[in-house]
């Protein structure tokens, strides 16, 4: 159903709904500002970004989506990509690519994709996001020790030297700063749960900060005093250079987005007894990735620690998404020029934690004792997130988990010899006759498969009158198994061979018959059992032995 859940769920509000969702909106409100200024400081765009990217994409992905609970906004999951579009074609690019994404996800949704997109390999979704996590920490060990470095390098490699040139630099006054972050965010909840313990965490080290003169960087000594106006939208200028440049990375982050956002919608789902709209969601991931670009903002998807938020906090609907954005507003216009003396050592404390959260290294762990494919496929896409690129890894780790299933599936399906040899029971009260071979395919007969089958087929050292093909267990027939049967057609008018297919479903059938195969096969050589098949096979077999008696001279 394409509907915005937001149409449904307020069909029963009342007032005791609506007080609770302004209390969750308020509360993920205070938790998404320190969360939207850190990701898109670490995105290397400016503070400025992430607040806005909070508040027009999480009013809209509430507004639009297919979920009640989503918390839309900006995540640590687009930071290395954001990053590298950024590095590479500077902001501007980065805006086209985020609408270009914005534009696949709406036609993704509008094609119904949504129950697709979920079916990412587990190993490729932990492998990616592990490093992802590895990447978000590298980046902010600057900050955490307080370097002295001007630039940090996007190359992982380059950056962990640049980082240990200037090891030496570190200053203990941001070390204790980052480490007091992080023990307050972790600890904090402990004491209170009303007050999000990042924003506890972000209070009170930027007073101590001013109160004790401490001489670290701030948010305003690197960016300037936040702005507290709202921006007007701004269309960049493309290209169509410029467009197939970003073509890859637009598809990325829409891959990032569709995953993230479905995967926060399902956890959200069984959170609350709920289910959401996977096409309505991506679709309203995709207009607030095509809006919010025209405001100055980054990509955004589904956040799955802000909506678990919202649902603790006693959010039910739509509406505490808004007032979230509503919140993160009142917040940028009023208070926003106090961000700007908000540490950096502070930001990056909350990355860190937000980096080990998102790591799942007890998952990770766990994968290292899988099937050694499904290691390989962790693996690779975990180090080609770190080393290499998102972009590659996430194709890469798809291409190779999609050779991964098909070489299990081919596994899977058996092509054997039924004959007396095998002390079939079943077999011996059928009475085959002489010059009938039966094969068995049991599985899926696809390209996977197919060439086991003809190993198979070429072990037959002397043609037989009548090959029974039993398909009595094959639901799946491809164009590679379709030509392994035509190729049996054309190999047995040569040894004179007659084909019987017996137990053919209802996929294989179809197939059959939109491939013309069924005319060459002939409807009475397709049988349902494997009785009729070996029935069909004597009364081949007797007209053979009549037309030879015909041709014979008198």
């Known amino acids: 159903m394409l509907l915005p859940k937001i149409v449904t769920t307020l069909k029963d509000y009342d007032r005791s709904q609506f007080a609770k969702d302004v209390a969750a909106g308020v509360i993920v409100g205070i938790v998404a500002l320190p969360l939207a200024i850190a990701f898109a400081i670490a995105s290397g765009v400016g503070p400025q970004a992430g607040l806005y990217t909070a508040i027009i994409a999480g009013f809209l992905i509430s507004a639009l989506g297919g979920s009640r609970v989503q918390i839309g906004g900006p995540t640590g999951a687009f930071i290395v990509i954001v990053y590298g579009i950024v ?8 805006t086209v690519a985020t609408m270009m994404a914005g534009v696949i996800l709406i036609a993704l949704g509008l094609a119904k994709m949504g129950g697709v997109i979920k079916y990412i390999p587990h190993p490729v979704t932990v492998g990616f996001t592990s490093g992802i996590a590895v990447v978000i920490a590298s980046g902010q060990l600057r900050d955490f020790f307080g370097l002295d470095l001007a630039k940090v390098p996007a190359e992982f ?3 962990i030297e640049a980082l240990a040139e200037h090891a030496g630099s570190a200053d203990a006054t941001a070390v204790v700063l980052a480490v007091t972050t992080v023990l307050i965010v972790q600890t904090a909840h402990r004491i209170t749960t009303r007050v999000p313990s990042p924003f506890v965490a972000l209070l009170l080290t930027t007073v101590a900060a001013q ?7 701030t948010i305003g000594s690197r960016f300037g005093v936040i702005d507290a106006s709202f921006p007007a939208p701004h269309l960049p200028s493309v290209s169509l250079h410029t467009i197939t440049q970003l073509v890859g990375a637009a598809f990325t982050i829409a891959a990032l987005g569709g995953i993230e956002s479905l995967l926060s919608a399902v956890v959200a789902d069984g959170m609350i007894g709920s289910r959401h709209r996977s096409n309505m969601e991506l679709i309203g991931q995709g207009v607030a990735n095509v809006i919010t670009p025209l405001f100055g903002g980054i990509p955004a998807t589904g956040a799955i620690a802000r909506t678990a938020t919202n649902i603790r ?8 998404g808004i007032v979230h954005a509503i919140t993160l507003l009142l917040i940028t216009l009023f208070a926003g020029r106090w961000a700007s003396l908000i540490p950096m050592p502070t930001l990056a404390g909350i990355l860190m934690v937000v980096s080990y959260n998102m790591s799942e290294w007890r998952t990770f762990r766990g994968l290292l004792t899988a099937p050694r494919g499904d290691v390989a496929v962790l693996l690779t896409t975990f180090f080609l997130t770190v080393f290499v690129d998102l972009t590659v890894a996430l194709g890469v780790g798809m291409v ?10 081919g596994e899977a399906t058996t092509v054997r010899s039924v004959s ?8 011996r009260k059928l009475d085959v006759p002489a010059g009938v071979i039966i094969y068995e395919i049991d599985g899926p007969f696809f390209f996977g498969a197919a060439e086991k089958f003809r190993d198979t087929m070429a072990e037959i050292e002397r043609a037989p009158k ?6 009595a267990r094959v639901n799946v027939l491809d164009a590679t198994g379709l030509g392994v049967i035509h190729d049996l057609l054309k190999k047995g008018r040569t040894d004179r061979t007659s084909l019987i297919l017996s137990g053919v479903h209802s996929q294989p059938m179809i197939a059959l018959g939109k491939s013309d195969l069924l005319d060459e096969i002939g409807e009475d050589n397709l049988v349902p059992t494997l009785e009729a098949a070996v029935e069909r096979a004597r009364a081949l077999l007797a007209v053979r032995i009549t037309g030879a008696h015909k041709a014979q001279p008198a």
């Open 87 to 94: 590095q590479q074609h500077g902001v501007g690019g980065l």
């Open 400 to 409: 190779l988990a999609s050779f991964l299933f098909i070489r299990q599936m």
């Open 466 to 471: 009548v090959l029974i093909l039993d398909v």
């Open 420 to 427: 007396d040899d095998d002390a079939d029971r079943a077999l």
């Open 313 to 320: 906090a006693g959010g039910r609907t739509p509406v505490a």
């Open 211 to 217: 109160m004790m003169h401490l001489d670290v960087a």
């Open 157 to 159: 490699v380059l950056k």
